[in-house]
């Protein structure tokens, strides 16, 4: 039988322990911040094009021929400026119709007043007031039709669009100038429930125009009190042109900024995971990361505010995220 030197069985049997003892892990080098709490707003975003603050589509308040047209698309008008005419004839026939018939209404109802109480009654007296009256009215609505035969401007603008021909018939009231003034610029917005309850008048907002290159600065004056047929609410946004015009019709990007409220807020890097409002982060106590729950609010670029999360200043990881898993053995760089 062969032996074996003892001290060869000693060294073999310590090599073997040696084996299976566990390695000590080495640590993790990442990057740690505070968790703080800040004033922070979830963002408003909607799309909508600029449009005028005064702006109109014109029209005559009775129906006649269109005999001048005097203004074309994209004419730059000034308050007052004639637009339109419609052919007056029939209406200055029946001014001078109506005041015909006031003058007789007149007459009769002085030769009323002289003859009461002797051939004439007190109701042929007051029928004959009455009639003065009524052709009093009519020369008024007479003297109206008259004076809006010509269309004008109602303010320093553009025109944006001519629905009318020379010699076209046109109804009351049917569009015949789209007007737009110069004097400001708006963007419409419709937004969700959830975000336009958030806006208030007064918000302040940047605004994009993709064509022009352009951001400029804005604020809401107006939002509905109530959601309209499709479930969203209206929001005006009024913007400040001053570094040059605009023009209606341009698409706008619109970021709204409401009014904040204290939330933990973390870097969107030092988040370990995500599905929907719920995530995680690592704690670094001891030199020792600890996973921690936390339910996400929001994102603010280049942050994320969160609803639940350990106290501000507690020491997240904020680099190196990805090679850690909880109770790893952590050193900040």
């Known amino acids: 039988m062969r032996t074996i030197p003892l001290t060869v069985f000693l060294w073999a049997c310590a090599s073997a322990a040696e ?67 419609l052919d007056a004839s029939a209406a200055r026939a029946q001014l001078v119709a109506a005041r015909s018939a006031l003058a007789k209404a007149e007459r009769d109802a002085t030769r009323a007043e002289a003859l009461e109480g002797t051939a004439l009654s007190v109701a042929q007296r007051q029928d004959a007031l009455t009639g003065l009256e009524v052709a009093r009215a009519n020369v008024d609505a007479a003297s109206f039709q008259a004076r809006r035969s010509a269309l004008v401007a109602p303010a320093d603008g553009v025109v944006v669009d001519v629905w009318v021909d020379e010699d076209q018939t046109v109804g009351a009231g049917q569009p015949v100038v789209s007007f737009a003034g110069v004097d400001g610029y708006e963007v419409e917005l419709v937004l969700p429930a959830a975000d336009a309850l958030l806006v208030d008048v007064g918000t302040e907002a940047t605004a994009r125009i993709g064509a022009l290159g352009r951001t400029v600065t804005g604020r809401v004056t107006e939002r509905a009190g109530g959601a309209g047929p499709l479930g969203g609410f209206t929001v005006v946004v009024a913007l400040d042109a001053e570094g040059g015009p605009l023009a209606p ?85």
């Open 249 to 333: 019709g341009l698409v706008a990007s619109v970021d709204l900024r409401p009014t904040g409220e204290p939330l933990a807020t973390v870097p969107v890097e030092a988040l370990a995971e995500a599905d929907g409002d719920e995530g995680a982060v690592y704690v670094v106590e001891d030199g020792t990361a600890h996973r921690v729950p936390v339910t996400v609010a929001f994102l603010a670029d280049p942050l994320v505010a969160l609803r639940s999360a350990p106290p501000a200043g507690t020491e997240i990881v904020v680099s190196g995220v990805a090679f850690v898993t909880d109770g790893a053995s952590v050193v900040s760089r």
């Open 19 to 85: 084996m299976h003892e566990p390695a000590t892990a080495e640590a993790i080098s990442v990057t740690t911040a505070p968790i703080e709490v800040r004033e922070v707003a979830r963002p408003v975003h909607g799309t909508g094009r600029v449009q005028a603050t005064d702006q109109a589509l014109l029209s005559f308040p009775f129906g006649g021929v269109a005999s001048d047209v005097r203004v074309v698309r994209g004419q730059q008008v000034r308050r007052g400026e004639v637009l339109a005419v």
